[in-house]
């Protein structure tokens, strides 16, 4: 017998006579032949070799062909094996069965051998094809199954088709909790339509793709941070059959980013906006009154005799003067306003939209706020005040620094006048 597993044939037949000539022919056709001549024979081969495929005669001894062929299929193997039967009077009710059984094509005997060999070599091919789709699909299974990121299929009706276990593990959902049910259901009530949308245009081709940054709803009622990103399957005709969603979780990678976020642009002690993110929201507020050509007013601060503070009641009582004046100042502002720590003992308010009248207003509360505040240090109690300069932005002015140097110069008037007042820069007043 040759060795070549590929084109192994088990010839399962009773008759010596048959059984003999079919393997000559095959072999000196390039085959490699295992004989079976009975039916237990033939499945104990079948299970120990695993042949590409079974050349059975119907009338086999000991067990009947459609049994052994049926025993075949249901045998746990890796790769399809084509039975083709050897019959010498097939009836239409026998073929019925067979092919229930599992056999794959019929021969009639006396056989034409030339037509034998044509049907081997087409049983073959497909005996090949069909194991390759199966290491196909079997590859996709495992990697459905052991993706680390959740992963989702949806029909036209975007309902779930499938869902693999990280998805399940992710959501706090199983399969079958969810299969059939509507996706959207378990997108934040916010993004449910711009998902709809995004999931309807892939199915008319129109948005081939997709990365939508969006919330899951879990099992538990949480919600979590994903970004899902698309991508769909057409049929034989071109259209878009399913959507495929490939689906990670970025909670934590956007707990981070924010943490980061807040760290370069909040102030540690006082956690109002540092320097850099009032500049920042400055430098858009001066662009949008220059386009809508609104009013913005600047407030400059600085704390009296802060420098005192720290000496007599130490650094530790500064810090507490500076992180309840940052409380008592954004108690009394609007929420549009923005209020920042410029350094040291020194703040600043920007007023967007806003007249100098009110902004005036603004900066009377802030002081009459502030001293009002009340300080303790081992049974002392102390006071603090404010001086403010106020600088309203000018048609002359050419970026929001001029405005800020003239709060600047206002609030430095202020202190110069007695402290504890607001200073209206010279520039600014009408």
Sequence with gaps: MKENHARTILVAVGDAGLRSVLCDFLEKNDYSVLEAKDGKEAIKIFERLDPPLVLLEADIPLIDGLEVAKIMRE????????????????????????????????IINPIHLPLLQ??????????????????????????????????????????????????????GYQSEQVIGTACVEHIQAQSKLRFTDHIALMFKGENISTNEELQLLCCDGTL???????????????????????????????????????????????????????LAAAEKAWKLSLRYKHPLNTLMIDIDHFKLINDTYGHAKGDEVLKKLADTCQQVMR???????????????????????????GAERIRKAVEQLEFSSEGTLFHVTVSIGLAEKQACDSSFDIVLQHADAALYRAKDSGRNQVQVSDGSKG
């Design 75 to 106: 045998l746990d193997r890796a790769e399809y094996s084509p039975v083709l039967m050897i019959t010498s009077d097939p009836q239409h009710s026998y073929i019925e069965h067979a092919f229930e059984a599992g056999v794959a094509d019929f």
């Design 224 to 278: 979590i941070d994903i970004e899902l990103n698309g991508h769909v399957t057409r049929d034989s005709s071109g259209k878009v059959s399913m959507v495929h969603c490939l689906i990670d979780d970025v909670t934590e990678r956007k707990r981070m980013q924010h943490v980061l976020h807040e760290m370069a642009t909040t102030d540690a002690l006082t956690g109002v906006c540092n320097r850099r993110a009032f």
């Design 118 to 171: 044509h049907k081997i070599e087409f049983l073959l091919k497909i005996s090949k094809n069909n194991y390759i789709t199966q290491q196909h699909e079997a590859y996709l299974k495992s990697l459905f199954q052991s993706l680390p990121l959740g992963y989702i299929s949806l029909d036209k009706a975007g309902c779930y088709r499938n869902v693999n276990p990280a998805w399940c593990k992710m959501s």
């Design 335 to 361: 929420e549009t306003d923005v209020f920042g720590r410029l350094g040291g003992e020194e703040f600043a308010v920007l007023y967007p939209e806003t007249n100098q009248q009110y902004a005036l207003l």
